[in-house]
DNA sequence: GCCCGGCTTCCACTGGGTGGGAAGCAGCTG
DNA sequence: CAGCTGCTTCCCACCCAGTGGAAGCCGGGC
């Protein structure tokens, strides 16, 4: 029989959602094993489920008996975000193209940035983030913009934790950045000289709705000059108050993400 | 008690399922009652799993208190299909700043072509299919190119069932359509002009992979004659060329949707 | 204030979920 | 090619997580 020394207090809802955060964290499709290993659930628990699973169609079986996400999974999710995503991408596209430089968009998500969307300029897709990638605030020109212009508390309240160092010269000094990040709030617009990635940097503008900020656009580039980036300013504004001009009309629930309402910063 | 009068034979599973179809079917956010009508569910049930679902942010609650879908689903799904559509965005982005036209990538989802990603050209985005739409496969210009390069029983199959008119020309006849999928093999590309939308033409043409097709890519315009699409060719051919050249490293289970690993045709 | 519709909480019951085990299977290896 | 090994699939008795009717609650309209 079963129960004698099942762990109790784990709802099937949780064994989903640990199945497809294993996914996330793998590299490529996974063995049931992997996953049971991945998950810690025991392996007939995990078979049922992922039978289940498959049948509709949320995850798919390759030609070699492993898992991965279903496209069924992405369907379901396009709704997500879909007004700002669809919004905004005609204007990041355009930008992309004047510029010839990689375009990202990205809104806050608890102590990350994440990126929703992003276009690109000739090939130099290297460099820019992918879409879904999350980067501390701290450290991407547009987590900077998002926490510049987020409230005191907030702010306050990310900087009063360890920051992560991505790179040697990634700011990490809560004192530093306070000034920086005033500067940015007074200035419109925040920079990160390869603090993400060494060889990458990048200027970004807020996208503000209903008075807070809801979304950040970034330029990446190979230039590590301050004044190479700050060329872009003028185009990056222009975009900015475009994306502004169309998302004005949209629901402040499509355009900044429930978590913002009460102003609260989950931890995870 | 509970049991009574309940429906038996619905796993937790399949009641997620439901939750996330109800708002795929929705027009926007919804409220607890109108989630229990569109699923069938008793209310407290719902109410237990959206505030399961809510907390790990596969839902996100509205300012108004109504539900609709998390941006964490939109992250856990973005691996979906990854491969293919990240390595064809540039280039269908410079077909569409090229040509001045919408363009689509499109895959075979059953008896549907499913929109996986798109690009605008200038502002004409009113025509595009939005990403994630689904259509049928004898309509669109990418389905009949999906089907024309299928194989021979996956066309029969299809061909068999009754087709929907979308609009007053669309082409449901089975003997014509069989000599237009014949024609479009032949020639490489396939068009459809208004069938799915009045005012929207497209020509489209397949993208192979292994020796199969794996997608299809689609330029929607306005106009009306087929001698205008057709300037559109040797530009879609040489996207289309350069896209397998791009995916040919990939493997096979990232390119071609699972389901068609069987060359099996589920229904929905 | 009172009513009304929808949301939230409660709680005893029970069947869907569980997971150890055993049988199947594919891919090596000597 | 038999024997082995690691993974997948199937089975089934047990029992707790999930269930849903009903009762409380909250807010907004009259």
């Not at 989903?16 to 991945?38: D, H, R, Y």
């Not at 020109?141 to 510049?148: D, N, T």
């Not at 934790?161 to 990040?181: F, G």
């Not at 003028?234 to 108050?241: E, I, N």
């Amino acid at each position: 029989m079963a129960g004698g020394s099942r762990e109790p207090g784990r709802s099937v809802t949780s064994k989903i959602l640990a199945i497809f955060e294993a996914f996330e964290a793998a590299p490529g499709p996974m063995t049931l094993a992997e996953i049971c290993s991945a998950t810690g659930l025991p392996t007939s628990t995990v078979h049922r489920l992922l039978a289940e699973l498959s049948s509709s169609e949320l995850l798919e079986r390759t030609s070699s008996g492993r898992y991965q996400v279903g496209i069924r999974l992405w369907e379901l999710a396009q709704k997500a975000g879909r007004h700002l995503r669809e919004t905004a991408r005609p204007w990041i596209q355009d930008l992309a193209a004047v510029t010839n430089q990689g375009v990202t968009i990205t809104v806050r998500k608890g102590r990350d940035s994440l990126v929703i969307d992003r276009a690109h300029g000739d090939q130099n897709l290297a460099v820019t983030s992918k879409v879904g990638s999350r980067l501390p605030l701290h450290a991407s020109a547009a987590g900077k913009v998002l926490l510049a212009f987020e409230t005191e508390w907030v702010r306050r309240n990310y900087l009063s934790e360890p920051l992560r160092k991505l790179t040697p010269v990634t700011h990490v000094d809560q004192r530093e950045l306070e000034e920086e990040l005033a500067a940015a709030a007074q200035d419109g617009y925040a920079q990160s000289l390869q603090e993400v990635r060494a060889g990458a940097s990048a200027i970004a503008v807020p996208v503000f709705h209903s008075g807070q900020v809801a979304s950040a656009i970034c330029i990446v580039a190979e230039a590590s000059r301050v004044t190479e980036l700050k060329r872009y300013l003028p185009a990056l504004r222009a975009t900015a108050a475009k994306i502004e001009n169309a998302t004005r009309h949209l629901s402040r629930d499509a355009v900044i993400g429930a978590e913002y309402a009460d102003g609260s910063l989950p931890q995870d």
